[in-house]
């Protein structure tokens, strides 16, 4: 098994922190968001792993680990991302946002699916959210899945709570068929946008579309993608705010209630 971790964005909400480093690099809890992630994905005998830079590059120097560049991340997304690591998208390949942190178990969970699709999803979102916003409808999006667990909306902004059973957040693992579809897609859109609208999302450009808007169109075409079940048990450092709360928390004895380090 393969890890590809996308790694390549400027985090511009971040800053200061990031104005001169990645955002992966980013200290949280005397590591950084990096370190965080190789150790659970060799604690998981994950040691194939791929990263994707781009902001800052040469900061990242990190042993064992097969680097790729996206050399456009100033005006590209998840998605364009991911397939400059193309090359490694065979047999089974876990990806993982490059600013998130997760337990050893939530990676397992991972590990365990035998879905050819397959995506964390966590369904204590709203008692996480509501930590980090106030009010969590500012930043949740859409997603809603069946009564076998098969995602069937996903990342599309919401006013209510009718539409959100639970959040993406930036973790999932493709094999099997679901690569095959994944690459066949992938490349099949690509060449359709440059003959009209983007297919992914007609409101950005292709190279901007996000990896929900890829998922999203993915499911549309028939693909089945599992939702691999967690409570919590995860972080994303997306902001300043974030970075607060966390060491906060942390130094308040408070962190278990979301994250055990």
């Known amino acids: 098994m393969k890890a590809i971790i996308l790694a390549a964005g400027q985090g511009t909400r971040l800053r200061p922190l990031t ?54 991340y100033e005006t590209t997304n998840m998605v364009e991302s991911l397939f400059c690591a193309k090359d490694k998208l065979i047999d089974s390949v876990i990806i993982s946002y490059g600013d998130i942190i997760f337990e050893n178990k939530v990676l397992k969970k991972l590990i365990e699916s035998k879905d050819d699709c397959s995506v964390i999803v966590d369904l204590k979102w709203e008692k996480y959210w509501k ?16 009564k076998n667990n098969f995602i069937t909306n996903i990342g599309q902004k919401e006013t209510s709570m009718d539409k959100i ?35 992914l999302n007609s409101n950005v450009k292709f190279e901007s579309s996000y990896m929900t808007d890829l998922l999203q169109c993915m499911i549309n075409k028939g693909c089945k993608i599992k ?8 972080l994303e450092v997306d902001s300043i705010k974030d970075h607060k709360i966390y060491n906060k928390k942390l130094k308040d004895g408070s962190l278990s209630e979301i994250f055990n380090l």
């Open 19 to 72: 104005e001169n480093k990645p955002k992966c690099l980013v200290n949280l809890f005397g590591k950084s968001l990096l370190e965080h992630q190789l150790k659970i994905f060799r604690e998981c005998d994950i040691e194939d792993i791929s990263l994707v830079k781009g902001f800052q590059e040469n900061k990242i120097n990190e042993s064992n680990i097969t680097y790729f560049i996206n050399v456009n």
């Open 131 to 146: 930590i980090r916003f106030d009010d969590p409808l500012d930043d949740a999006e859409s997603l809603e899945f069946d």
């Open 165 to 199: 059973q639970g959040q993406y957040i930036g973790l999932m693992k493709f094999q099997g068929n679901g690569l095959k579809f994944l690459r066949e897609f992938y490349e099949n859109s690509k060449k359709e946008s440059k003959i009209g609208t983007n297919p």
């Open 227 to 234: 939702a691999i079940f967690i409570e919590n048990g995860w």
